[in-house]
């Protein structure tokens, strides 16, 4: 049997009124849909950092209203946070353009200390909405530029990768959740990694969930070295 069938509900670029957001949740249940990987982005009104929703964003009261009514459902909410890569939504405000990677308003900078104090502090709001539930995603994907700051330029890509993204780690695991990760990096995706610091990277997989993506056939043939590294 199949634990999760789940769903990928990506805000990014839409966002449902809030009734039919819980109408769309009891649709899936009747169609054993028991997970939702819940994209969440600009989409939520972030006490910590106002500027980054957009009008209309889901309040705190929404969100908790949807972490109780997918609890009833038997729904698992998994919220995802991207904790460096696709953060645009956040660095094209002035206020958080220092904490971009070489000024690209997709990346944080992974060694901005600041990058992750407001990862942590959005995290914690999100991680407060859905707390009836059991996991978080960190998101770490497609970060094809890494090491292009001067201050990363010391430290190679893979040490700069993991500095910031065991913090995230760390912090989810600490609020008694499970945390889990897009896999990209690991597979050496964009083929901007040697492979010393390929073998870095890996050291994340025993820590987090692996959350295995490819677009058609490609990167199919890491499942089995993934599981024989003990790879969750």
Not at 13 to 21: C, H, V
Not at 37 to 64: I, M, N, S
Not at 107 to 135: Q, V
Not at 163 to 187: N, S, T
Request: aromatic share 12%; proline share 4%; net charge negative.
């Amino acid at each position: 049997t199949i634990r999760y069938r789940g769903i990928h509900l990506d805000l990014k670029g839409y966002q449902p009124k809030y009734e039919r957001l819980l109408e769309f949740c009891t649709l899936l249940s009747e169609y054993r849909v028991n997970a939702i990987l819940l994209e969440v982005e600009d989409k939520y009104q972030y006490r910590c950092a106002p500027e980054v929703a957009v009008p209309g964003a889901y309040t705190h009261e929404q969100f908790r209203g949807m972490s109780r009514h997918c609890a009833d459902l038997g729904i698992q909410i998994i919220p995802k946070l991207q904790a460096i890569g696709h953060v645009d939504y956040i660095l094209r405000h002035e206020k958080y353009a220092h904490l971009r990677e070489a000024t690209h308003p997709f990346m944080f900078c992974p060694r901005n200390d600041e990058a992750f104090i407001l990862w942590r502090a959005m995290a914690e709001e999100l991680i407060e909405c859905f707390s009836e539930h059991d996991y978080f995603h960190i998101g770490a994907d497609e970060t094809a530029t890494l090491g292009a700051c001067d201050v990363c330029k010391p430290h190679t890509k893979a040490e700069s990768y993991v500095y910031l993204v065991e913090l995230c780690i760390e912090y989810v695991c600490e609020q008694d959740k499970r945390p889990i990760m897009w896999e990209d990096i690991l597979r050496n995706a964009h083929g901007n990694l040697s492979d010393d610091e390929l073998k870095t990277t890996w050291t994340l997989g025993k820590k987090t969930i692996l959350n295995y993506w490819v677009y058609g056939s490609e990167g199919l043939g890491m499942m089995q070295p993934y599981k024989d590294a003990g790879m969750s």
